[in-house]
């Protein structure tokens, strides 16, 4: 069923104004109007999406095999329906497999994109669109890369990194050699963005682990070799020339002087002074913080900033990391999913951040659990962002069941888990994960890549939910995507914000529009959107339960 009402709304009011008014540096308070209940169902079949990962082997046996692979919601024909794009392993040679196959798929597994019909159902048009390369896929990420109004696609994976050209006619051209995309080795999560502010995507690359699938030697107890019996990897940066090509600027940007072990990576804005940063989550390796210095060049400040360790210290098997304004004061708070305790961290606003995971019950609920995809939305649209976790085992294939979190007053969480649906008691070994309100009800909802099985198609059913607003964001003189915007929104003395991102959590991406739950508001009173070039927007007495875009200004 289709939502009530979209609206495309494009103003050109550009002002450098005071906030409406003075937040406080404090807890939000939550409605007490609805009486929600959040709950997921299981639309995979009525869907029409039949995925199922493959690690390419007869049992998991190496960490190439139990890294798993990811998903990405994005609108590729421009119909304002998010399409479903999921990547998938396969079967390489024998000596690559501990335990090759004994007889190889007559069609060999592969990734796959669903076009979203609009009426709850999908269509698998992988072929005809040309996104079937030979390679063993990890994970994707989308963006507008040369701002021609049709969004991309970059896939990653073992031994080949490869860039799709959205065509505009429902094809897809891989251009990664004409675009000058040189990648080596296993590339893991990746992220657009503009990091010198000229207009055009640049790309951050992710990298693992030298992966030698000659090495075997491990304890039998370890089921395989882990992270650290691989060397680490330094990741890429390529600078976008804004002519459809790339010049890789690893070394000169400073990136290049880091060795990890990098599983997830996200990009955003954290210190708000207009440039984009990034956060890199490594296996067993600190974790590193790039903050952006305006020059074209980066400092790792992880350390520093209190988001390079677990919270004893440890270098901890980090996942999926996101970024995200938990309560309501204009900075974007970190949240990343490890083997162990989870990390929720709170921006101080002072270039570090305070671990409050245990303060907030949110370490606790997850501890005896493996943490990969995840995701923070108003799933109720009561006006304060929810959690929910995917689970699974992590070099076994061990069954878990998966964690929902209700935003609660004073930024703590309740665990709604064995409420939430009986799709989330359902036991799987979950890996990337991606979010959008696919049918455009106003309910966000996900699709989950399980190790070695069937991915799910979670439909948001929830009840008695609140208001909402979702905005898409349309570059100008910013790349087209808005990729690094930050949106602000105020209603009724209460503050919402939001930057768009391109990946968020692991090896995935997620709809690109913002989604806001309002709670009871009836309007939204002011909406301030900070676009990359510095400029700010301002949109007053904006309806509700719709879907908006903002175009910048000229």
């Known amino acids: 069923m289709l939502g009530r009402t979209c609206l495309v709304l494009s103003l050109s009011v550009v002002a450098s104004i005071a906030m409406a008014q003075s937040v406080q540096d404090r807890k939000v308070d939550r409605p007490t109007a609805h009486s929600s209940v959040i709950r997921f169902e299981d639309a995979s079949e009525v869907a029409g999406i039949n995925f199922t990962h493959s690690f390419g082997s007869r049992q998991l046996g190496s960490l190439l095999e139990g890294t798993g692979a990811g998903c990405v919601w994005f609108d590729y024909n421009n119909d304002g329906l998010p399409d479903l794009y999921v990547v998938n392993g396969r079967p390489l040679d024998d000596s690559i497999h501990p335990f090759p196959l004994t007889e190889k798929p007559a069609i060999l597994p592969h990734n796959h994109l669903y076009r979203n019909d609009g009426k709850g159902h999908f269509t698998d048009v992988t072929t005809k669109a040309g996104l079937v390369p030979d390679m063993y896929a990890v994970a994707v990420t989308a963006a507008d890369y040369d701002n021609d109004g049709f969004v991309d696609l970059l896939v990653t994976g073992y031994g080949r990194t490869i860039l799709y050209h959205n065509d505009g006619n429902g094809h897809f051209t891989d251009m990664t050699v004409k675009a000058d995309i040189k990648v080596e080795g296993w590339a893991i999560s990746s992220t657009w963005l503009d990091y010198d502010r000229d207009g055009c995507l640049d790309l951050f690359v992710g990298r693992y682990v030298k992966f030698d699938p000659k090495y075997r030697a491990f304890y039998a107890a370890d089921n395989y070799p882990g992270p650290l019996d691989y060397e680490g990897e330094t990741n890429l940066l390529f600078h976008n020339n804004c002519d459809g090509t790339f010049t890789d600027v690893t070394e000169k940007s400073g990136i290049g002087a880091y060795v990890g072990r990098t599983m997830g990576v996200t990009a955003a804005d954290f210190d708000n002074d207009g440039w984009p940063d990034v ?148 036991r799987s070994v979950a890996r990337g994960a991606c979010f959008a309100d696919y049918d455009n009800d106003g309910k966000v909802d996900a699709f989950v890549v399980n190790l070695g099985s069937k991915g799910k198609l979670l439909h948001n059913v929830s009840t008695e939910t609140g208001h909402w607003i979702s905005i898409k964001l349309k570059g100008v003189k910013s790349n087209r995507d808005g990729i690094g915007a930050r949106v602000e929104l105020f209603t009724a003395g209460k503050r919402q914000s939001a930057e768009r991102v391109a990946a968020s959590g692991y090896l995935s991406q997620n709809d690109d529009r913002l989604h806001f739950g309002l709670g009871d508001a009836l309007i939204v009173d002011k909406l301030l959107v900070h676009w990359p070039d510095g400029r700010e927007q301002v949109l007053v007495g904006v309806g509700v339960d719709r879907v908006l875009t903002v175009e910048e200004p000229r």
């Open 279 to 426: 956060y890199v989550a490594n296996d067993k390796t600190e974790n590193f913080l790039f903050h952006n210095k305006h020059d074209g060049t980066f400092e790792e400040i992880g350390g520093d900033a209190s988001v390079a360790y677990g919270q004893n210290g440890e270098s901890t098997s980090a996942m999926g990391p996101v970024f995200a304004d938990l309560e309501g004061r204009g900075v974007q708070d970190l949240w990343v999913t490890d083997s162990r305790y989870n990390r929720l961290l709170r921006n101080t606003g002072k270039l570090t951040f305070d671990d409050i995971g245990a303060a907030t019950g949110v370490s606790q609920v997850s501890a005896q659990y493996v943490s990969w995809g995840s995701g923070i939305f108003d799933f109720d649209n009561d006006g304060q962002l929810d959690l929910l976790i995917f689970h699974g085992g992590l070099i076994h294939l061990i069954p878990q069941e998966h964690t929902l979190l209700r935003g609660m007053a004073g930024g703590h969480f309740s665990d709604v888990s064995r409420t939430g649906g009986s799709v989330l008691s359902e």
